[in-house]
Each structure stands twice: as structure tokens, then as C-alpha cells.
């Protein structure tokens, strides 16, 4: 049962463009929505998390978006560079609770 | 601040043989966590401590499997009897709380023969 899910397993955008990176999640009790990036033979690095008090939240050029009725969440990357590229991870916790569950992950690739 | 360090990066054991992993998270965080990773999937949580205390086990976490905490410092998790099927990736995470993110160590990459 996959509470968390990224649907798309990889994208490919050009440097300079908009990266959309999406996540859907199943379980109404989440409130909390984590992105992290990771680099092979890396752990993953937390980029950016929303609250679900929240519609947006951004930092530089990062943006999450939650939409609390569709059960979904974006990360918006503008414009993207080539360093960007890596698996990305949506991540989302609970209530009263600090175990995260991950999605699938979505390999980005940003080409010159 | 140097991070989480994890020891070994690498483990390769044979079926049936007992292993134990490190886990240093940073220094001022009280908050650690165990999740396992294997190919194509994100990490999966197996177990977090608050100081020494811990707090929470998934499922995931047969009797096979045992994390301690000593003094809320360091932390160890030990495979009894390893199988195949444990083969993974074994990242460690600390933090000051929910609202601060976690910070992943680069883990412990198992592979049982």
C-alpha cells in the first residue's frame, strides 16, 4: 500500500526551464510534506518542506505547492540547472509521529 | 558540524552471518532515525530514537533486527542471521524535530552472498 506516490519515474527539462516534479499522497492524516535530493552514493539532502497549514511555501529557486483536496503536492524548480539533476524524493509525516514515508523517487535530468 | 557519519559505507557478508552498523548524527540533534533503501523505491523507515529512548519500530523491523542508543549519542543496528532479501541500502538520519529536516548520512550499502 503506497501512501506516498510519484507516478512519473524520470524527467528531462532544459537548463533554464521549469522542472514540475509531482507527488500524490493517500492518507488524510498527513500534515506535513518533505522534498529531498539525492546523488548517487549520496544520502538524501532536504530541500524544502510545506506544512499543510499551508498552499505554498519557496525558498530561492524551489517551490512546493499542496493541494490539501486533491491530495497532491509539486516541487516547481526555476529556472533548473544542470547540478539539479538527481532523484528527488516527496516524503510526508503525521501527526504526533516523525517517521517519514517516501515516495518512489523521480530521476531528473536537466541537459544544456 | 561534520554531519551524520555512518561505518562501514560498505558490507559484504555471507548468508547467515551476524552484522552491525554505526550511525554518529550530529552532535546538538536528539532526534535518529534508521530507513532502509532498496533499487527503485524510496527509503523505508525501520525505527527512531529520541535521546535513547525509542520511540517508534515499523514492521519492517523483524526480530532479526535490534537498534540501540546508548546515552542518546551514537547508534548501532544489528542483523542476526543475515538473508538475501536484506540486502540494501542502510541510511541513518538525525535531527532537532519535525520542522527541521532530517540529515541523511550517505549509508551503509549491505550486500549478502
Known amino acids: 500500500d503506497q501512501q506516498v506516490k510519484q507516478n512519473s519515474p524520470s524527467l528531462s527539462v532544459q537548463e533554464g526551464r521549469i522542472s514540475i516534479l509531482n507527488c500524490d499522497y493517500t492518507?488524510?492524516?498527513?500534515?506535513?510534506f518533505l522534498w529531498y535530493k539525492k546523488y548517487p552514493a549520496e544520502g538524501p539532502t532536504f530541500l524544502i518542506s510545506?506544512?499543510?497549514?499551508?498552499d505554498k511555501n519557496e525558498d530561492g529557486r524551489f517551490t512546493v505547492f499542496l493541494n490539501k483536496s486533491a491530495k497532491h503536492l509539486s516541487l516547481h524548480i526555476v529556472p533548473s540547472q544542470p547540478g539539479d539533476s538527481a532523484v528527488y524524493f516527496c516524503a510526508a509525516s503525521g501527526r504526533n509521529t516523525d517517521k517519514l514515508i517516501f515516495g518512489t523517487g523521480t530521476r531528473l535530468q536537466v541537459f544544456p | 558540524d561534520t554531519g551524520v557519519s555512518q561505518d562501514p559505507r560498505h558490507k559484504i557478508t555471507k548468508r547467515g552471518q551476524n552484522v552491525t552498523f554505526r550511525c554518529d548524527p550530529i552532535s546538538e540533534h536528539n532526534r535518529l532515525y534508521w530507513y532502509r533503501q532498496t533499487l527503485g523505491q524510496g527509503p523505508e523507515f525501520l525505527t527512531y530514537f529520541q535521546n535513547e529512548a525509542q520511540l517508534e519500530k515499523s514492521r519492517l523491523l523483524s526480530d532479526r533486527f535490534s537498534a540501540e542508543r546508548p546515552k542518546g549519542s551514537f547508534s548501532t543496528l544489528e542483523i542476526q542471521r543475515t538473508e538475501q532479501g536484506d540486502s540494501a541500502m542502510y541510511l541513518c538520519?538525525?535531527?532537532?524535530?519535525?520542522?527541521?529536516?532530517?540529515?541523511f548520512g550517505s549509508g551503509t550499502r549491505l550486500t549478502v552472498v
Open positions: 492518507n488524510s492524516m498527513f500534515d506535513y
Open positions: 510545506i506544512s499543510s497549514i499551508k
Open positions: 538520519a538525525s535531527s532537532r524535530g519535525q520542522d527541521y529536516g532530517y540529515t
